[in-house]
């Protein structure tokens, strides 16, 4: 069973930055396509970024776009989330996400079918 563990969510004002990783338990990491969804309180759940298995084919939701940054490092099996200039809208609960097929199909951002997923770690932006 695969596993992926969020960490690096907390308090932080308005205009601030974070950075989010998630580590996971499978040795076939670099094989994986991973990616980063949110979710804030009485919303859905929204895509934000995704990286192919060898960090290329980068997709970011224009909410993020110029702000945040998804990378990997496949020797770590770890995939990062840079979020810079963080506004209140930002405030959610962020969950990693993998699967040994592509995140996104088509205009399906949803997520629904990815395999994996981790627990979340927690944003919260005070203005």
């Known amino acids: 069973q695969v596993q992926l563990v969020e960490s690096g969510g907390g308090l932080v004002q308005a205009g601030g930055s974070l950075r989010l990783s998630c580590a996971a338990s499978?040795?076939?990491?670099?094989?994986?396509?991973m990616g980063w969804f949110r979710q804030a309180p009485g919303k859905e759940r929204e895509f934000v970024a995704a990286i192919n298995s060898r960090g290329g084919g980068i997709v970011y939701a224009d909410s993020v776009k110029g702000r945040f940054t998804i990378s990997r490092d496949n020797a770590k099996n770890t995939v990062y989330l840079q979020m810079n200039s963080l506004n209140a809208e930002d405030t959610a609960a962020y969950y990693c996400?993998?699967?040994?097929?592509?995140?996104?199909?088509?205009?399906?951002?949803?997520?629904?079918?990815?395999?994996?997923w981790g627990k979340g770690t927690l944003v919260t932006v005070s203005s």
């Open positions: 499978e040795r076939t990491f670099s094989t994986f396509a």
């Open positions: 996400a993998g699967d040994r097929r592509p995140l996104l199909s088509g205009t399906d951002y949803s997520g629904a079918g990815i395999a994996y």
